[in-house]
């Protein structure tokens, strides 16, 4: 089954751009009617869906992040990324990676970055 | 677009039932049937339980179950158990522009 596995810097300094990977393993990234979404939770917060992508390259962006936000796709290497520019301590929190349809699953095991000089 | 309103806490004793509301507006739960549910343990992902306002995946127990009327979506927990206790949040499909909103989350405790 399909699994979903983020990587990237755990700490990232304030102003500067979090960058984050999903790859995705056991199915390809383009196949079937799904779009790819990142979502994040402060720690002892909800969740929040930050933007999705589709594997033709369109997206669509939470309006409260849309100006500091790039989903890009990588269909040969079965990834998709996440770019969060001017980042804030605000921006503290774990990052998951999700299959997305009207719904989204599975999840992968996500990753904290944490924001910090 | 502001999040979908859950009660804070629910909590049930072993065996009994707990229900969860999610309440949203006819941009989001009223207007589509595309309502979901995700069980999050301490320290994990979330997990899908329900999705279009009453399906469940293969692998999650008939004991998880989901309504809707109007605004306001539901879930059921019935026959608790101890590994039910974990956060719920709902979420909604809201339309092309801005897809996906999420519930503030639920607390259940299993007494």
């Known amino acids: 089954q399909v699994q979903l596995q983020e990587s990237g810097p755990g700490l990232v300094k304030p102003s500067q751009t979090l960058s984050l990977t999903c790859t995705v393993s056991g199915g390809s990234i383009s196949s079937g009617s799904y779009y790819w979404s990142w979502i994040r939770q402060p720690a002892g917060k909800g969740l929040e869906w930050i933007g999705r992508?589709?594997?033709?390259?369109?997206?669509n962006y939470n309006p409260s992040l849309k100006s500091r936000v790039t989903i890009s796709v990588d269909t040969s290497k079965n990834q998709f990324s996440l770019k969060l520019s001017s980042v804030t301590a605000a921006d503290t929190a774990v990052y998951y990676c999700a299959r997305t349809y009207r719904w989204f699953d599975p999840w992968g095991q996500g990753t904290l970055v944490t924001v910090s000089s | 677009q502001s999040a979908l309103t859950q009660p804070p806490s629910a909590s049930g004793s072993p065996g009994q039932s707990v229900t969860i509301s999610c309440t949203g507006t006819s941009s989001d739960v009223g207007g589509y049937n595309y309502v979901s549910w995700y069980q999050q343990h301490p320290g994990k992902a979330p997990k899908l339980m329900i999705y279009e306002v009453s399906k469940r995946p293969s692998g999650v127990p008939d004991r998880f179950s989901g309504s809707k009327s109007g605004n306001t979506a539901s879930l059921t927990v019935s026959g608790l158990q101890a590994e039910d206790e974990a956060d719920y949040y709902c979420?909604?499909?809201?339309?092309?522009?801005?897809?996906?909103?999420f519930g503030t989350g639920t607390k259940v405790t299993v007494l």
């Open positions: 979420s909604s499909y809201a339309g092309s522009n801005n897809p996906y909103v």
């Open positions: 992508i589709y594997t033709s390259g369109s997206t």
